[in-house]
């Protein structure tokens, strides 16, 4: 792996937690391999495209790196709900790539974020934009994109690593929120984990109290890394 250079965020309001105050720790790479990067998730790291962080908040330890374990999940009701009401859906996996549709999809989805769950709304991105942000990567990951009747309905980004799968980012199209996308591109990656034999599906920070990710907790059982290293199961 070839690090760039590395910094730490200033303590501020965190994203996450309005009332707790938040620093997170970035290291940006050059190059790295997949199985470089897992190294680092396993200790509680994230990605976004080049940038590798994990949070170092001095008095706050709410955000958990969850795992789900492909091979014992079990859906609950909703879950399968999602799966049923998303039978006519049609998902084609490919390298990311930049078309005028995703980008549309991109800024109708966080315009509705903002406006419904208090995201903070920011410029539509450009295509070079949305290439730095989903396409330069430091070693190949995987786009999901989800089509009804040949309309693109949903995006998510998944990196494939030696051991697990990891999902990055999902965007939809807010019209169609009663299908629970965000559920259902979940369970499509834990079926995929799970017919390839592999061990686990990385979902990110879970944070109670945070309503965008507290969803994460409903895949079960599931695992979290615990401040000693080790991962332990969390809810069953």
């Not at 374990?69 to 049609?90: C, E, H």
């Not at 315009?111 to 295509?127: I, Y």
């Amino acid at each position: 792996m070839i690090s760039l250079y590395q910094l730490t965020s200033k303590p501020s309001a965190c994203s996450y937690l309005p009332e707790q105050s938040a620093s997170m720790h970035y290291m940006f790479v050059a190059e790295a391999s997949a199985a470089e990067y897992q190294d680092h998730l396993l200790k509680g790291w994230r990605r976004f495209g080049r940038a590798f962080f994990h949070p170092v908040c001095n008095e706050c330890r709410a955000c958990q790196s969850l795992r789900v374990p492909a091979a014992t999940f079990k859906p609950n009701r909703s879950q399968k709900r999602a799966l049923k009401a998303n039978k006519d859906v049609k998902l084609l996996v490919s390298a990311p790539s930049v078309t005028d549709e995703k980008l549309a999809l991109h800024a109708r989805f966080h315009e509705f974020q903002a406006e419904h769950v208090g995201w903070a709304l920011h410029e539509p991105k450009n295509p070079e934009e949305y290439a730095e942000t989903f396409m330069d990567n430091p070693f190949p990951t995987e786009e999901w994109c989800y089509y009804v009747d040949g309309r693109l309905i949903g995006v998510g980004h998944v990196d494939v690593l030696p051991n697990g799968l990891s999902a990055i980012y999902f965007f939809y199209d807010p019209d169609e929120r009663d299908r629970s996308l965000g559920t259902y591109n979940v369970m499509r990656v834990i079926r995929s984990a799970k017919k390839s034999r592999i061990p686990h599906v990385y979902l990110g920070y879970y944070v109670e109290g945070c309503r965008s990710l507290e969803y994460k907790g409903r895949f079960q059982p599931n695992e979290v890394l615990r401040e000693d290293g080790s991962w332990s199961l969390f809810r069953e």
